[in-house]
């Protein structure tokens, strides 16, 4: 167990419709970050949250949204949702910004969110 | 830019040395690092470098790094089947906020 829970584990839906992914922490990281995984793109990073706050993009859809709440947990919400869509959605948290103040930024990986959709 | 090359796919015996190569594109980059995922798992840091050093070695992982073509290389010494993974290099990229790149990953299969 890495410390890093995601919810739900799997997931099945149809097109169109609109998931809510979720994501806690290990105990005193404050960032989360969030990446797809799938076969044709590999791991692209979506988005990163410091401590509530929106600290770096990458490749997200504008049909995806995140936020990270005041207990540090976070959210990953993918609405109007394409078969293109399916994947693996993997959560990560680490103790910094990702800054290097602290030294390696070090992320601890979830378990992740496989999502089909059908 | 930012970008993390991989070779996607690398079969070696059991008992040999598997080598694994990645190029990126950042040169500030300042850490370099190996995460490897098991099936069915979330990735796991293996270990890291800082950009200052050319080598960093943790019992059978040998890093070697070379800032000057960008490239960096994961050694595994005798090889076990249980090392059967894929293994993602990856970068730090500080492009208006800091990121963590990663390659598409290499699948490593260890015939015994």
């Known amino acids: 167990d890495s410390g890093v829970t995601q919810t739900p584990k799997h997931l099945i839906t149809a097109t169109g419709q609109r998931v809510t992914l979720r994501c806690s922490p290990r105990?005193?990281?404050?960032?989360v970050y969030w990446y797809q995984q799938s076969l044709d793109q590999g791991l692209q990073f979506l988005i990163q949250y410091y401590n509530g706050e929106e600290r770096a993009k990458g490749n997200i859809l504008e049909r995806f949204s995140a936020q990270q709440f005041p207990d540090l947990h976070s959210e990953l919400n993918l609405s109007s949702l394409e078969l293109g869509d399916s994947a693996l959605y993997f959560c990560?948290?680490?103790?910094?910004?990702?800054?290097?103040?602290?030294?390696?930024?070090?992320?601890?990986f979830g378990a992740g969110s496989r999502l089909t959709v059908l | 830019g930012e970008d993390v090359e991989q070779s996607l796919f690398l079969s070696v015996r059991e008992g040999d040395s598997s080598v694994i190569n990645c190029t990126y594109t950042?040169?500030?980059?300042?850490?370099l690092y190996w995460y490897k995922q098991e099936p069915g798992a979330g990735l796991q840091l293996l270990t890291y470098?800082?950009?200052?050093?050319d080598m960093k070695q943790d019992q059978r992982l040998t890093v070697l790094l070379n800032k000057k073509d960008k490239h960096l290389s994961l050694r595994i010494a005798d090889t076990q089947t249980g090392d059967s993974a894929i293994y993602f290099c990856a970068e730090s990229v500080n492009t208006g906020g800091f990121k963590t790149i990663f390659g598409a990953g290499t699948r490593l299969f260890v015939k015994a």
């Open positions: 105990s005193g990281d404050l960032s």
């Open positions: 950042d040169s500030s980059s300042t850490y």
């Open positions: 990560a948290s680490s103790v910094g910004d990702g800054g290097g103040a602290l030294g390696a930024n070090v992320l601890t």
């Open positions: 470098i800082f950009s200052n050093m």
